[in-house]
């Protein structure tokens, strides 16, 4: 969706066929919901009950930042669209600062003469959140009876997720999101994203298997942790593009199969981890004011 933006700007002559070749896909697609339901189930005991089995009202949550997508909220669209990605080359070798969006939106406006919203601002949707949920956290373990508390707890829990699971989809790291620019115009391989997203539901790689086995983690530097991941994602770009070359995308292979697995399961760990991360630091959390 951001191309769009970006392509009526650039006043692009390839606009039409972009726009017709955008995909409602989304990764993990059908799977996406039951994947954070899976999840919840694997966080340890020591994890509020009502979260560890909230995997229903997880599971919708996780769906909402594309909702926030919709063409008729322009304000909230506008201010969502940068929080799916992070093109990583348009950093330039700079570090994103790991304080706040501000900080990083400066950056790239002001050092790099680009648009965040362009760039991608992934990193920071996720420590938002995940911040979020601690917060939530901390209420909960203050305040056990107020009805408000999991709600809210849930909901950030849920919107985290969405924005692991996009950390975790190579395409989602790389400027080349959806093919790749030829020297002479156009874009080779477009529709890979597309061909990406659907590979889960369409291969039959369910929630069982990719959270199996999967325990969380307390991480120690979130914000270095996540960073670290999402250039992990972004090595394995060349890789999607290797496998939808020889169309093991469309016609599963037994390697291209457990690249995407693979990928599945690095979503959900970094899921579990964050959760469960979030929970263990709003022990000590100071009071709110
Ligand atoms: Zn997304």
Redesign the pocket.
Known sequence: MRRFAALLLGGSAVLAGVVAGLAPA??WSGGHESITEAAAARLPDDVPAFFRRGGKLLAHFSGD??RWKNREAKFLRRAEEG???LDLEDLDGKELPGTNRFDGQRLIYYKLKKDPSRVGLLPYAILENYERLMVGFYDHRQTPNVEAVPMKCLVAGGVLA??T??AAMPL?TTRDYDGRPQPGGGFKQKGVHARLDAFPEKNGIGPEEITRGLEAKVIGDVWAHVMKFIAESHAEVDKCYELDAVKAFENPTDESRAFVLTRCRAGAQLTLDLWYTAWVRSEKLPPHW
Do not use: I, M
């Open positions: 989304v990764w930042p594309d929080n799916h990605f969405h924005y699971a996009d989602h």
